[in-house]
């Protein structure tokens, strides 16, 4: 049993278990001054209910696979198959597959810290895509180095889709102490969909690019508002490389740390021109004064006040085994976390931009403060798990913003530029989980 | 077994099952003068085809969830979790679930009487929404109390729907001569899903209203039709409440009783004006000149020619234990059925109304008799049960209408007014079922 | 064991299996000249990840259900339920099922020679309705005989599709020399749906037609793009009748065989008024100037170089069984293939056809030469089967045209009438695939 019955013919190499998981979600958020209150306030989802399928098949070959209903629409978890032959370091992995793109987006979102992931995630378009993975680990499985190559898609009905990603990441994690250090860097590079054709292309699932019209922009700490405050709105680029590092410390019932990525974007430049290839849906398009560069990253300190150690297995957090669970008379787990998180979408290079003719290659300055902003996250969270299996998670959420798009319109009164004048909202939200 | 494998490690405190059904039906229903063919005739559909788990998790956990793919679309049955603390008589069950709106709707689409169930279902939005419900029981199981308070819509994508919905059901099953009886109370009270805000509104999953507007309509005891023949048309109202009864009999192999619903309005007047808040999409909308109050009911008899007695558990209808199954040599359960079922959506205050600027407050008459009207159902059913997970369902069906948006074209030259001509249509529906 | 845990409760008479498939494809298609070449060049795509179960309940009752998730929207495979009385000669099959539309067809995908089936299933729209199948197989199983009635759709939303198809198999599969042959006949009569109302027709999931509109086209041996080379356009038909013989002969590790089908389609004709019914969503629509033939059909040789014996059963293909598995210390099995896939799509009388106007009855001509062409593939396929439930396929394809709607923007300086002027494209395709 591993919350579901776990099948096995160990002689043949047969494995099989059914997977799935709830998440649900109700949450309240105050309403930035001057805003259409119908996106905030209080709203109830669920966030997730997957069922799927995990096992092995003789000659070392394994496969995983789960499908996701949460928006009344069909999306997915990882839909892998993989290879490790002979038992031996090297693991190949085919499927939808997170892009190497870092340790809590990596990790699964039944382990997450707070209810949603670090908001780098959202804005620099962390996802699952169609790849192959070559991993390698060493014997101790202390030191992990990943390769993949992915197209720019997921599971999804597009044929046209072009896009691709390289990306590879390495973790390293010493003993140290009473505990253990986590040390990850991760790299991705991504080519966006060339649109070489006379009608609209569709973005595949997933992708990060629409074409090869970009936007970076995160919501609120909370997927049950539309919102984001913090937007680059869409410019034209040929892709871009993400650099992140990963480093984490765990000891006895203590963990603190966070990760950070920086995207550098390749830009399209006043100028340019599509000769033979009309790559745009609309000739005319933003284009950044060079390449613009932005970065997030955030710090978090968890402990448990019951006495467990946070689980961590293969590069990234796994399930926490609760002391005392309810079922054997106990109160179950309790930990508490803090986190700050931050996002600057901020640059120079694209607050002045060019609207760029691709077709006669003439631009005109385009110039606007209210493109990107900052958004800071002030998280505190209160995670129950009375069993393995069950949690229940409670977060309060202070986010303070400045610039970007609503900056304007939330703070009309201000004499200060757009892209200083700051305002917040706050939030609580509670989750119900289970999974097995 | 129960159907599938059910797996349990009692001493843990898990089980597992996978759970299924599917049903598939054909019908032919005539077609009423004057009306588009297309609609009626012959027709055939898979109506459910669900796939799903239920367990239990340690400490008196325990979740069901399934998914519905029978429009070649994501739809739900229930996806909750549960805790009964010490196996106490309090449970909570937080998720996807029937707002406590009535016994047939509450019971599965297995146990169903008929194919469809009664109309007051249809016509009144009786269905699943998010929420969590507090249930008390009775020692004995004979007394049972649900409180409930629910988002007014299902798992979907939507992001912006604040409408609610508090409900309570209780029941009681005294022993009663050879069987026993069971007594219901239900009441919802709904808040519709107010719009703040400047663009359209989605109804998510399972509202009650768009918005707030609201429509109360019925199909003709089949969902093998898209028509309704009664229909009030859409009108502005904040919110409705639903108040019901059940009154049930199981003696031996006979089963008689059945329900009603009355639903009582609270509907824009004329002359309401909304300063601050863009409420509807557009502005002049259909008010009525009063609370309107709708209601329906349904009478039913049943009959076991082969000697079973109908499965009854927590409430609501459940699984019949076939005496002579078909793989024991026997010829399986024969149920004879008969039903007359009434939906009465004539209202004055609706037929008389107002169509109603928000903006400016300004109301000009707007009377239509063709609002509304009246449903009857005259139905009978032969059911053959050839074991315990397996049925085969044939109904007869006659409808008659009076009035409604239908009556006119229909009867184009009655001298009647338009809300008392009436007509009528005939059905045969097969249903073919399996679940495990 | 199958892959996955088959449970059995042989003397009550059930038996449960989780079902699940996985096929990704990667390919390369050459772009013809002067065409879009975002539909060509590099995709990958997951073909299909399906999860689904199977099972039996008491007194002979199965069923099996599977949900295919691959466009990130909900399809089907088989969604059937079976009864076969007291394991007599006779099976009921009731559901979403093959419309006995041939070998190749009805042979699961994970059993393909190639990675796409025959260009006749693609071009002829064979696939799976709704429908019930009363099957007859002589004792030794050698002789089987299949009837069946369907609607012209599968599981979908559709309320008005009331088109309906019969069809006829037989098969016979006497021992010859050291293997044995597969004798097959196949016929389907299809009535396409009616469109009698004032609204357009939705063309419900698998519905051979749109309305009474049909058109007959297959994408070049890959569903990795979207194009079609050979195609008819749309024209106005009540119907069709498919006609298809299946000859394989399997000696050892030799397969050698094929199939083809000939479609007759009944057109309407110029001057055909269309009195009460409004049939079109336009009024003037193409017709044939008498009843169209098209043909096709593919010729196949396959030769394990490592022994084994293609698995057959039941009239279609089947497992095939690995000698030396990988797990076995084994290299798995090799499999060499071939074939030639012709497909014929021109006829006189659509080339020579009329825009009729069905509200008049007025004709006038309308012919084009571009109608229809003919496509040839010759592919060469490699096949390694690691186990009994891993799969990957390695197809090169080299596609001939002639004729049909791209000839005249591929050739355009071509002296020749469209219908002569051909162009080809080759294609390297890889599938990784999994099944339990």
Redesign the interface.
Known sequence: ?K???L?A?ND???T?K?R?R?M?DTSYMSTPDFQ????Y??????RR?R???E?T?????G?K?E?D????????GD?V?SWNPKKGPLTLT???QESLDGMEQITSSRWSSFIERAQINDAFGNTRR?GLVVGYKSKDNLFRLDGGLF?AH?????????GWIGAARATYTPYVGPGFVHIGLNWQHREFQE????TA?TAG?GSPSTGQLVQYRARPFLQ???QRFADTTSFAAKGDDIFGVELYGVFNSLHVGGEAQLVKVRSYSAGDRLVSRDQFTTNTQLVASGNPTFWGGHFEVGYFLTGETRGYKNGTWDRTKVLN???KGGMGAFQILGRVDYLDLNSDKLQIGFSNNFTTGVATASNSLARGGTQTGYLAGLTWI??D??RFLLNYIHTEVEGGPKAASVKPTSTKTVDKRSYSSDAIALR?Q?D?
Chains 1, 2, 3 share one sequence.
């Open positions: 049993w919350g579901a019955p099948f013919d043949a190499g047969f099989f059914v799935g709830f649900m259409n209150p119908r996106d306030g209080f709203n109830t989802r669920v209910i069922l799927g399928v096992g098949l003789p000659g070392e070959f496969y696979a499908v209903f949460a928006n009344s629409a069909v999306g997915f839909v198959m085919l499927g939808n169609l197209a997921s599971i999804d009905a597009s044929l046209d889709n072009k649109n070489n054709g006379s292309l699932a049950t508002t539309g669970p309810v079922d009375p069993n299996y069950v119900a289970f097995f």
